[in-house]
């Protein structure tokens, strides 16, 4: 009898409990204090006394006081591996993994050993020396896929260019012929140039080229192909 009268008791007090719980919770405060955040966004640090924002794939730490804010990387010193590099490389896997195959242009088949996600702008020196290691890439399992980052923005000339080899019936021929200089002339079509470039924006990406690794590692600037194979093979 006493058995199901606590359960009775217990069952009774779990909403004002739950209640409670919710209204120490400082996820919901915190993520008040940053426009567009909520509080899905904002989670317990690995370290105690601060919590976790995250803003696409941007991280910074709040103080569960709600007084300070922390910009830097959580380093764990077992490891000596950042906590927070991880943590933002997981988000930039899964908003670019949002964006799916067929919103990109890909080189290589999709049972490829491995897979990069590469911001590319087709004028870009360094954009144009890596895709001319393609067969290279492809010949060591690697798979490309493509995502349009025009460093230069909306309305200009790489931003209209590779709009016209998205429009391409060929993409992955169009796309050869932008980075050997060639002009590629095609019917105007509804394109995701500003998407790919909103998400590396998003992502951080600050140049092209930029190579996304498989677990959302993203490597600033030209990698060598055989330079590239041998990380992957080694992660």
Not at 32 to 39: Q, S
Not at 152 to 167: M, Y
Request: aromatic share 8%.
């Amino acid at each position: 009898m006493r058995k199901i009268t606590a359960i009775i008791v217990a069952a009774a007090l779990w909403p004002a409990l739950a209640s409670a719980e919710e209204a120490t919770d400082p996820r919901a405060d915190i993520a008040a204090m940053i426009p567009g955040l909520v509080p899905e966004d904002v989670r317990k640090a690995p370290m105690d006394g601060l919590y976790e924002v995250a803003m696409g794939s941007q991280i910074v730490y709040v103080s569960d006081d709600r007084k300070y804010l922390f910009k830097g990387d959580i380093i764990d010193l077992s490891t000596n591996e950042s906590i927070t590099e991880k943590r933002r490389s997981g988000l930039r896997l899964a908003e670019v993994n949002q964006l799916g195959d067929n919103d990109m242009v890909i080189f290589g088949p999709a049972d490829a050993k491995h897979t990069i996600t590469v911001f590319t702008d087709v004028d870009c020196t360094y954009c144009r020396k890596l895709h001319k290691e393609m067969a290279q890439l492809n010949a060591s399992s690697i798979r490309v896929r493509y995502v349009f980052f025009p460093r230069f923005g909306p309305g200009s000339e790489s931003w209209a260019k590779a709009e016209a080899v998205w429009c391409s019936e060929d993409r992955q021929s169009a796309m050869t012929a932008a980075k050997n200089g060639e002009e590629v002339v095609a019917a105007s079509c509804t394109t995701p140039v500003a998407e790919h470039y909103s998400l590396g924006n998003k992502v951080g990406v600050r140049g092209t080229p930029a190579l996304m690794m498989e677990d959302g590692e993203l490597f600033p600037g030209y990698v060598p192909a055989a330079d590239l194979a041998e990380f992957l093979e080694q992660s």
